[in-house]
């Protein structure tokens, strides 16, 4: 699985992005997906994922309400939408994929390259 990550770029505080993450080399509807970040210094963390068909989600506490995962299957396309930008959301966003249509109990198999996000206050 090939996974190239884009949508990065400096905000200000308050504002919002859309990053996007296009997979290709394998079946996209039969693996759930994921995004995780790494601030500068700190170990990298879970920020939301999505399953095989993008009814089920989960957001981590420090996201909820101001982060959204989707996912278009026809594009090969995962999305996270992201509103109410803070500074302690700057950081390198990478996407993920698992190995399963769902991300429950599982850990990602293939990862992206990362898109770095900084946002200003």
């Known amino acids: 699985v090939q996974l190239q990550a884009s949508g990065g770029g400096l905000v200000q505080a308050g504002g919002s992005l859309r990053l996007s993450c296009a997979a290709s080399?394998?079946?996209?509807?039969?693996?759930?997906m994921g995004w995780f970040r790494q601030a500068p210094g700190k170990e990298r963390e879970f920020v939301a994922a999505?399953?095989?068909?993008?009814?089920?989600?989960s957001h981590a506490d420090s996201v909820k309400g101001r982060f959204t995962i989707s996912r278009d299957n026809a594009r090969s396309t995962v999305y996270l939408q992201m509103n109410s930008l803070q500074p302690e959301d700057t950081a390198v966003y990478y996407c993920?994929?698992?190995?399963?249509?769902?991300?429950?109990?599982?850990?990602?198999?293939?990862w992206g390259q990362g898109t770095l996000v900084t946002v200003s206050s």
């Open positions: 993920a994929s698992y190995i399963s249509t769902s991300y429950h109990r599982q850990s990602p198999k293939f």
């Open positions: 999505v399953n095989w068909s993008g009814a089920t989600t």
């Open positions: 080399g394998r079946s996209f509807r039969t693996y759930a």
